[in-house]
């Protein structure tokens, strides 16, 4: 196997045994074939739409497919083999694009075995030259963080087909030999779809539960049994809740469901409790404390532990192999009774050590927009000085303390907008307010980020500037393909001067980073004072 596609990266070069996210061997030769026979899909189809004769179920298809290859969503064998079998009916189904079609239209497998052997010629390293696979590999990444977010939105029913017909122009081109020029104008043009995707999911969760209200979260535990909700699917979470509501238990949300307390189609659920733990990583010794049920709605999944993977329940594109699934009926529908049962005979969950203080969410465009007079008025009075950014994803290693510690270190006239599990961080440290205006703004999921744009932006309509002339800093923290896509998203939208941490991607190649570099003054993250030193100048 060889994978590169995440921070966490084997020596921050590749995993190549088995990866440091738990992914087998088999499971990313599975992963990479599947990629595979969707470039053969994408060829074809965008061929027949050119005729008016496309496949309208394949852009939804290829977006889960990817979706399911991210970081951490399924780690289950059987559901890749089912779904590389779809993709190749799928493929087969359309018509043929002349005598010289690629391998990737007319290669089927047989069995297994053929499966294994046929990736390892069509995975990353099939691409022998650095900078075209860096360029390759930077596409393909930013287009699983955009499968990930449209399928969210059109499990609410919001679709846009030029969404997915750039995820198949992006995957076909991937078998081209296409000049360096014309690849970086594709990554380009991914974070410009990135941009859409964001504006899509946006409107499909503000139109279907309103818009989010800054919210105050507890972080207590109550009596009754618990059922633990984490991912980002807030379409699961209605669900769950609307059956859950006469039960008698409660539910907790985790990571990066959090935010679901800020809208208001939620807060008449007075079953939902609180936020139970904090990021992704953390899972193994939060649910073991949980006691009950915990349901996966997409990543991050970490492998269970034996000593509580009965109690993991995955849905959707989530999966691992020996944990039960709820599948949805062709309507959308899930029955969560399984779960629900299950917590009946649970114990409540147990405090976890630390926890207890209020966590702050909701900070969305449309709540902060609507106190947008005060905010622009203590940036007028030099009550704010300075905001940072620091959405993103958290990770497992040590030097992440980073990001805590230049929270902390802030001055007090300095406020940070975040989104995504990034603020677990520093989201239960007390930074105070300025003027009731809370010292960390978090927007919501990794997805949210699109309302930090929407904030930036109208901010620099107040001010009559541009929004690199905002006195905005860009401190980002990277993990998976999502935050790829935010970071592509941002540098499509002009914004220069984003720091990243807290390594800088492997897949990125000395001569892609000079790009980076020339073009939109990209830096790593170095050391807090250094960092601080540069993002919040002394006015
Ligand atoms: Fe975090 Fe995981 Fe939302 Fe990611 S939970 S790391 S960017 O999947 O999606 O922020
Ligand atoms: Fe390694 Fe990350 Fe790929 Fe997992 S997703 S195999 S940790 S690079």
């Not at 985790?254 to 007075?270: I, Q, S």
């Amino acid at each position: 196997m060889f994978c590169y596609q995440c921070e966490e990266t084997v020596k921050g070069t590749g995993c190549t045994v088995k990866g440091v996210c738990g992914k087998e061997d088999e499971i990313a030769a599975y992963q990479d074939v599947l990629i595979y026979v969707c470039k053969g899909i994408s060829v074809r189809n965008l061929a027949a739409m050119e005729k008016g004769k496309g496949d309208p179920t394949v852009g939804l298809f290829i977006a889960d497919a990817l979706f399911s290859t991210l970081t951490n969503v399924n780690f289950d064998k059987a559901r890749f083999f089912d779904m590389i079998n779809h993709a190749v009916a799928l493929r087969d189904a359309l018509p043929a694009v002349g005598s010289a079609e690629p391998d990737a239209c007319t290669w089927k497998p047989r069995s297994d075995s053929d499966i294994l052997e046929k990736a390892k010629t069509v995975g990353i390293l099939a691409t022998t030259n650095e900078d075209v696979r860096s360029l390759r590999s930077t596409l393909i990444f930013g287009l699983k963080g955009i499968a990930a977010y449209y399928t969210h939105a059109a499990v609410l029913g919001k679709t846009d087909d030029s969404i997915t017909a750039f995820l198949q122009k992006g995957l076909a081109s991937t078998l081209n030999d296409l000049a360096v020029p014309d690849m970086i104008a594709l990554v380009m043009e991914c974070g410009e779809n990135g941009v859409q995707v964001l504006a899509l999911l946006d409107s499909a969760n503000t139109s279907t539960y309103g818009n989010p209200q800054i919210t105050s979260v507890k972080t207590t535990v109550g009596s009754r049994p618990g059922i633990l909700i984490t991912g980002h699917d807030l379409k699961d979470l209605e669900m769950l809740l609307e059956q859950s509501k006469d039960a008698g238990v409660d539910v907790y949300t985790h990571g990066e469901m959090l935010p679901a307390h800020a809208y208001p189609a939620f807060k008449k659920y007075t079953h939902l409790y609180g936020n139970y733990g904090s990021s992704w990583w953390h899972q193994k010794e939060e649910f073991e404390q949980f006691n009950g049920p915990v349901l996966f709605t997409t990543n991050c999944l970490v492998p269970p532990k034996d000593t509580y993977k009965d109690r993991v329940f995955t849905t959707g594109l989530v999966g691992f192999s020996d944990t039960k699934h709820i599948t949805a009926s062709k309507d959308g529908k899930k029955d969560f009774s399984p779960v629900i049962a299950y917590a009946k005979t649970c114990q409540p969950p147990k405090a976890l050590p630390g926890s207890g203080n209020d966590l702050i969410t909701g900070c969305a465009h449309g709540a902060v927009l609507a106190i947008a007079d005060k905010v622009v008025a203590a940036v007028k009075s030099g009550d704010i000085k300075q905001f940072i950014v620091m959405a993103g994803c958290d990770g497992r290693q040590k030097e992440r303390e980073y990001y805590t510690n230049f929270a902390q270190a802030l001055p007090k006239d300095t406020v940070i907008l975040t989104a995504g599990c990034a603020k677990y961080r520093y989201n239960s440290l007390d930074l105070g307010t300025i003027g009731g205006i809370p010292r960390v703004l978090d927007a919501g999921q990794c997805n949210d980020c699109y309302s930090l744009v929407v904030i930036a932006q109208a901010l620099a309509k107040a001010f009559g500037v541009g929004i690199n002339e905002l006195p905005v800093s860009y401190n980002i923290a990277w993990y998976e393909q999502k935050a790829v896509l935010v970071l592509l998203s941002l540098l499509s939208l002009g914004v220069k001067d984003i720091t990243l941490g807290p390594k800088l991607p492997a897949f990125v190649s000395p001569v892609v980073l000079d790009v980076l570099v020339k073009n939109f003054d990209l830096k790593p993250n170095t050391t807090v004072e250094a960092d601080l030193a540069r993002m919040v100048p002394v006015k």
